[in-house]
């Protein structure tokens, strides 16, 4: 029988802290905030991206579409987006922030810079070399 430790796995590994990270980060915008994990993501790429549609968030923020949906839906209903239909596409809804979302979006900015601050401090020392190969794994396509 083959040796195996899950434990030493790479991919294990890197799920299982990035399902950690993640949680502890979600912890601050839900307390502060009410918001999940799909709102938060929806809610930064718009910041980033500006105007886009669900299927392009889908593919950016690594999410289901049904999850994008429903997250945009609340976000609407909360004030924080606008949905327009797409003039390109008409099947497509174009997403946007409103202005009280950019407001959330400068709330929410400092609080993140400070959680990767602490994490930053977490890691010590090794954290570009880390960075450098995180950017190779996210953008290697093989």
Known sequence: ???????????YQL???SARVSREFSQIYAEHFDMSVPEWRVL???HNAGPVSIREIQARVDMDKSKVSRAASRLEKAGFLTKETNADDRRLLKLGLTEQGYARMEQIIPLANEFEQRLLKRMGADTDGFRET?????????
């Open 44 to 46: 930064v790429h718009l």
């Open 134 to 142: 995180l950017l190779k794994l996210l953008k290697d396509d093989t």
């Open 1 to 11: 029988m083959s040796q195996f430790s899950l434990d030493d796995f790479l991919p």
């Open 15 to 17: 799920a299982v802290v």
